[in-house]
């Protein structure tokens, strides 16, 4: 019988006929005839294992076996099961296919209600029970593993079989070639509709999470990675065909979604902290994708985050946590890593990647309170680091999924345009770098910047100035998207808005800025901090610095029509042109000369005439309101420091025997001219009375009257001339005492006019325009100002300084003024002025500062100042002392990460 079943299979004629024939005439009534059907179920096993049968035979023989299979006898089916248990610890099963008989053999040995198992008697299930312990313990050939695992989702398992099953599958997973994975995994999640859910779930993270340390552990000790005994690139897509396996099961069986969210909750909380790594973090990634567990896997994960940032923080500034506690689980590296292996087909990671960045962003960024300035996150806190790793996350997929880069970007561009009403400037820094990054990819989506920019008048001042200076760096290589913009900034010159046209002065200085003309010196030989990275685009060829010429002359007669603007519109822009100066030197001359010319419409030409300003022309009736038309001040503060600015980088040049190619006549006739201006103004100024500006002790300064605006305008006015005369006439002195003897008589005019208003406020505080009362002053004067009062010991000056250090009101002025300006850098992080954005010069100024203010206060006690002192005023002392305390807070705040132990930071 044997030789024809073998023969009739193997020429696959009749198989299925002959064996249903033999079983016909062998009924189980007789022992012969049992001992028959027991060698043809042996025979036929070992022939299907053979691999010798085409598979549609193998499969009829199969199942002609498992139609029979109940009519044996128990001694039979312990025969016949013990003989897969042999087959599984010999290693001798080649294809499996004749386990799907197993389970029937099982079943049909569980029906029987006692057989002879050893040396005694079992029932049919106990014996059933005793095999698969057997299986389970002996040794299993890897190769079988997958067999088997199908195998045992036919088997009815109780609670404890299952689990010892699972257990002993995952113990042989790692075990596996990476190849051989997936599809046991997938008998695995079929496995877990019995149950056991949770253990094959950490089961299958534990393998992944071994394997990319292992892999992690190979690159940090810079094996050679031909010679890895993990190839990366084939794990990292066996991981993504594992997840997409789970997800779907997950589509089908919810509660293995919420066993996932469940085991890394726990994972969370600190007890099995091995779940949480990438591999589990890419998949509840995927599982977003699902509807049902969408919300909860994204709360999830923000909770994660923040809780990883915050742990981070608290151990940081405990050294008792730090020697203490291991160094907590860092979700954020885990998320980087993720972008960085969805480059090997994760396409079902990286749209929940995408929306976790978004979500991150826009659930930690800086928040509006109504009725309230913007509430930035503190700087360093766990809310802004987790808005920086959404951005992050961003930027990263931005620049390696191609897929995804046009959602991207309309998504960033969208909540710019649309949270008009919220800060955006996150977004506006994540759009700066993904243009920092990729400026030629970007230029594929020019035509979504352009169509942006209809919008762009109708947002916020600051946010047009973010957007605009996000893109500076692809103007430069796009003309298309350059000569859009200088379209729209042409049509917001001329909009009704002031907003508009605050935002077109502010982007026509901005490509001034960055728009080189050939031999401009830079600021640190102020090389331009715009740049592309892909791409090296001299944009500073003979050819392009001549084009570049005559577009920043172009942009330059455009910005001189709105000096005629609103007071807003003309501060902006004299504010501007000192950065232009700064980063394009070679427009000193046309820049100064049309400073020059507006302030010969409020300069007086005769020499002895009083007062040297025309300050009626400043100001203009708007029905019965008087409005400042022309900040006078700041145009003097503008001149000033172009010029200081100039007179420098001309004497480093001279110095290295170079030559300014400024140099020119009329550029120097200006700056003579300009000096004469300002030196005669000192001159009639100090002579000046408050009558002389038609201005009274006794006069309203009231804000509620015609009279008494203009009278106030009138004092904030040359209260702001006069500081910029103190500063012009301080740095051009080099310690002369005559000129320090003019300084104090300016001062002597600025403090009847502070003296004035802040008596006048004390009755009815003034609610006029505040920006106006902010010290012209600029930060890096006022350390300069300070050091020279309180820390310069020189002999050859000691004569020149007394006559300032003789007035405790002009000192004790000084360290206000530095008081207002640490505040302001505290609450905005800038300061006004000069350099006033340059974070660098302004930790340097405050390190200067401190250093002043540290001498001060220690030298001189506060109780000692106040036993020798005549006056009134407030205790110079208290005030440094109060200044400190602002110092170390805006540190704190707004230079987290600056290094103080540097010698001579703080000194």
């Keep these: 019988l044997v030789s024809i079943i073998t023969k009739h299979a193997i020429k696959g004629k009749e198989s299925g006929a002959l064996l249903r024939s033999i079983f016909k005439g062998s009924p189980c009534t007789e022992d012969v005839a049992v001992r028959r059907r027991l060698a043809v179920y042996k025979h036929c096993i070992e022939l299907v294992e053979s691999g010798d049968l085409q598979r549609e035979v193998a499969s009829e023989i199969v199942g002609l076996l498992m139609?029979?299979?109940?009519?044996?006898?128990?001694?039979?089916?312990?025969?016949?099961?013990?003989?897969?248990?042999?087959?599984?610890?010999?290693?001798?099963?080649?294809?499996?296919?004749?386990?799907?008989?197993?389970?029937?053999?099982?079943?049909?040995?569980?029906?029987?209600?006692?057989?002879?198992?050893?040396?005694?008697?079992?029932?049919?299930?106990?014996?059933?029970?005793?095999i698969i312990n057997s299986l389970c313990s002996s040794r299993w050939d890897p190769k079988c593993v997958i067999f088997l695992t199908s195998m045992f989702r036919d088997v009815l398992l109780s609670t404890e079989e299952l689990q010892f099953v699972v257990e002993k599958v995952l113990r042989l997973f790692s075990k596996l070639d990476l190849q051989e994975m997936p599809p046991l995994v997938y008998q695995l999640l079929l496995l877990s509709a019995k149950g056991s859910k949770r253990t094959i779930l950490e089961g299958i993270i534990t393998v992944f999470n071994d394997l990319d340390q292992k892999l992690m552990h190979e690159a940090k000790n810079d094996e050679?990675?031909?010679?890895?005994?993990?190839?990366?690139?084939?794990?990292?897509?066996?991981?993504?065909?594992?997840?997409?396996?789970?997800?779907?099961?997950?589509?089908?069986?919810?509660?293995?979604?919420?066993?996932?969210?469940?085991?890394?909750?726990?994972?969370?909380?600190?007890?099995?902290?091995?779940?949480?790594?990438?591999?589990?973090?890419a998949l509840l990634l995927s599982v977003s994708r699902i509807h049902r567990f969408e919300k909860q896997v994204f709360d999830f994960l923000k909770a994660i985050i923040l809780k990883g940032f915050k742990d981070i923080q608290f151990q940081q500034g405990s050294k008792f946590l730090q020697d203490l506690v291991p160094q907590p689980t860092c979700v954020s590296s885990m998320l980087l890593e993720i972008v960085k292996n969805s480059v090997f087909g994760w396409d079902h990671v990286t749209q929940g990647l995408v929306e976790l960045g978004f979500l991150l962003m826009d659930s930690y960024g800086p928040k509006a309170i109504p009725g309230a300035k913007i509430l930035e996150t503190s700087a360093g806190s766990p809310s802004q680091q987790a808005c920086q790793l959404g951005s992050k996350i961003l930027l990263e997929a931005f620049k390696v999924h191609e897929a995804i880069r046009n959602v991207i970007l309309e998504q960033v561009l969208n909540r710019v345009i649309t949270k008009a009403t919220s800060p955006t400037s996150h977004f506006i820094d994540l759009l700066s770098d993904i243009v920092y990054a990729t400026p030629l990819i970007l230029q594929n989506s020019a035509s979504k910047l352009t169509a942006a920019f209809d919008?762009?008048?109708?947002?916020?001042?600051?946010?047009?100035?973010?957007?605009?200076?996000?893109?500076?760096?692809?103007f430069k290589i796009n003309i298309s998207v350059r000569d859009c913009i200088i379209l729209v900034l042409r049509k917001a010159m001329f909009c009704s808005q002031i907003e508009a046209r605050k935002s077109a002065v502010a982007g026509f200085l901005l490509l001034l800025k960055n728009f080189k003309v050939l031999g401009s010196l830079s600021s640190s030989q102020c090389s331009q901090a715009i740049g592309a990275s892909q791409v090296l685009v001299d944009v500073h060829t003979r050819y392009n610095s001549a084009a570049n010429e005559a577009f920043c002359l172009e942009i330059l007669g455009c910005l001189r029509r709105s000096l005629s603007q609103q007071e807003d519109i003309r501060r902006l822009l004299y504010e501007g042109f000192y950065d232009v100066l700064k980063r394009n030197s070679q427009l000193a001359s046309p820049i100064m000369q049309t400073l020059v010319s507006q302030l010969?419409?409020?300069?007086?030409?005769?020499?002895?005439?009083?007062?040297?300003?025309?300050?009626?022309?400043?100001?203009?009736?708007?029905?019965?309101?008087?409005?400042?038309?022309?900040?006078?001040?700041?145009?003097?503060?503008?001149?000033?420091?172009?010029?200081?600015?100039?007179k420098q980088k001309s004497n480093v040049l001279q110095e290295r025997g170079m030559e300014d190619e400024n140099d020119d006549d009329d550029y120097m006739a200006c700056r003579k001219e300009i000096d004469e201006m300002l030196q005669s103004i000192t001159r009639r100024m100090t002579k000046c009375d408050l009558e002389e500006f038609e201005l009274d002790k006794s006069a309203d300064f009231s804000t509620n009257s015609s009279v008494g605006m203009k009278n106030y305008t009138y004092a904030v006015l040359v209260m702001g001339v006069c500081e910029v005369l103190i500063e012009y006439n301080f740095t051009t002195a080099n310690f002369n005492k005559s000129k320090f003897e003019d300084i104090m008589g300016i001062f002597k005019c600025y403090s009847k006019l502070a003296d004035i208003l802040k008596e006048k406020s004390g009755k009815s505080k003034p609610s006029?325009?505040?920006?106006?009362?902010?010290?012209?002053?600029?930060?890096?004067?006022?350390?300069?100002?300070?050091?020279?009062?309180?820390?310069?010991?020189?002999?050859?000056?000691?004569?020149?300084?007394?006559?300032?250090?003789?007035?405790?009101?002009?000192?004790?002025?000084?360290?206000?003024?530095a008081l207002q300006k640490i505040q302001q850098l505290k609450e905005t992080g800038v300061t006004d002025g000069p350099d006033g954005q340059n974070s660098d010069k302004m930790f340097h100024s405050i390190c200067e500062i401190t250093r002043v203010l540290m001498w001060r206060y220690t030298s001189i006690p506060s109780a000692a100042e106040d036993s020798g002192k005549k006056d009134k005023g407030k205790n110079i002392s208290l005030m440094c002392l109060e200044g400190l305390v602002q110092i170390f807070y805006t540190i704190q705040l707004r230079y987290p990460k600056k290094d103080l132990t540097v010698p001579g930071s703080f000194g």
């Design 768 to 817: 006029g325009n505040s920006k106006a009362c902010k010290s012209l002053l600029s930060m890096g004067f006022v350390s300069t100002l300070l050091t020279a009062l309180f820390r310069d010991s020189t002999r050859k000056h000691e004569e020149s300084l007394s006559v300032l250090r003789a007035s405790l009101d002009f000192m004790r002025y000084t360290v206000s003024v």
């Design 600 to 646: 010969k419409r409020y300069y007086e030409p005769e020499p002895d005439l009083l007062p040297p300003l025309k300050l009626e022309r400043c100001i203009a009736a708007q029905k019965e309101q008087i409005i400042l038309q022309e900040p006078l001040a700041h145009l003097l503060s503008s001149i000033h420091n172009c010029l200081s600015w100039y």
């Design 455 to 474: 919008h762009l008048f109708q947002l916020p001042f600051s946010t047009v100035l973010g957007l605009l200076k996000a893109l500076q760096p692809l």
């Design 67 to 130: 139609l029979e299979v109940h009519h044996l006898p128990g001694a039979s089916l312990l025969d016949l099961a013990n003989l897969y248990v042999e087959a599984v610890k010999a290693g001798s099963m080649s294809n499996g296919k004749s386990l799907e008989l197993f389970p029937n053999v099982l079943k049909a040995l569980s029906s029987k209600e006692s057989l002879v198992y050893g040396n005694g008697e079992l029932t049919g299930e106990e014996c059933k029970k005793q």
């Design 224 to 281: 050679d990675l031909d010679d890895s005994t993990i190839p990366k690139e084939q794990l990292r897509q066996v991981e993504g065909t594992i997840i997409l396996h789970i997800v779907f099961a997950i589509k089908f069986d919810q509660d293995l979604g919420r066993e996932l969210v469940k085991v890394l909750r726990a994972a969370q909380q600190g007890d099995t902290n091995k779940f949480l790594c990438p591999f589990s973090v």
